[in-house]
């Protein structure tokens, strides 16, 4: 059952990542493995406006980018508007750790 | 006066990564029946694929089970086999985080929320909170 789907496309020498639908056990690896096809070439920023669900494992999927973009100097920026994205940062007290902006613009220039 | 329906519920479905979608499915669909607000709908959806990945993961049984009782007072979730061991790790992305461990993200949404024996346990009241 495929419950997320990924875009990707490229501004400025950006990848954005596009994540529409839900991520969970099933689906986090697919995430996995687009942000680790990204993450060698540039900045990267995923825009998880879309997302109607989250849970713990794809928030691990994220946490783990946003080391390794940090560790090879190329920035993780994520896009969150309120909803279940935001609510999971929050109660996990995790979003102080992460690179988040309200939009894909907001992130594009901040890269 | 509420007019729920009331009695047991129970979903038991294999332990693999396909059937969290279909866990959330089912208690958020048990949810809108009972006139739970989307809020209360979102923060069950959010404990359920938690506890069920949990046990995906840790590889207790075969099989998952939610089920409860929808009573007088409230609604009465359990979803097992679990228990309130830290799954830090255990996923894609290996980060130590220790407020991502299963009681800590239930606890927070629902503070009511209990381990007991190998059940996640979780009571919805009818009444509004304070």
Redesign the interface.
């Known amino acids: 059952?495929t419950?997320l789907t990924i875009e990707q496309s490229e501004s400025n020498g950006m990848c954005i990542l596009t994540a529409v639908g839900?991520i969970?056990?099933?689906s986090?690896?697919d995430l996995?493995t687009r942000l680790s096809q990204c993450l060698g070439d540039g900045p990267v920023v995923v825009d998880l406006s879309s997302v109607s669900?989250i849970?713990?494992?794809g928030?691990?999927?994220?946490?783990?980018?946003h080391?390794g973009a940090s560790d090879g100097g190329n920035p993780l920026g994520l896009v969150v508007t309120d909803g279940?994205v935001t609510?999971?940062l929050s109660?996990?007290?995790?979003d102080g750790h992460l690179n988040i902006f309200r939009s894909v613009d907001a992130a594009s220039s901040d890269a | 006066m509420r007019s729920q329906p009331e009695g047991p519920f129970k979903l038991t479905g294999p332990s693999s990564?396909?059937h969290?979608?279909t866990a959330?499915l089912f208690i958020a669909s048990l949810g809108r029946t009972l006139g739970l607000h989307d809020e209360v709908i979102?923060d069950l959806?959010?404990a359920v694929?938690?506890a069920v990945?949990a046990s995906?993961?840790t590889a207790r049984s075969n099989e998952v089970t939610i089920s409860g009782t929808i009573g007088p007072e409230g609604v009465l979730v359990q979803v097992g086999p679990v228990s309130d061991q830290k799954?830090v790790g255990a996923?894609?992305?290996?980060?130590d985080?220790p407020?991502?461990d299963l009681g800590?993200?239930v606890r927070?949404?629902f503070p009511n929320a209990a381990f007991e024996g190998d059940r996640l346990v979780i009571t919805v009241s009818w009444r509004p909170p304070a």
Do not use: C, N, W, Y
């Not at chain 1, 928030?59 to 980018?65: D, E, G, K, T």
């Not at chain 2, 996923?91 to 980060?95: A, E, I, K, L």
């Open positions: 059952m419950h839900e969970d056990l099933a986090s690896p996995e669900f849970d713990s494992t928030l691990r999927v994220l946490l783990a980018a080391s279940p609510k999971l109660i996990t007290g995790v | 990564p396909d969290v979608a959330r979102d959806r959010l694929s938690e990945t995906i993961l799954s996923g894609p992305g290996h980060v985080q407020s991502l800590s993200i927070a949404l």
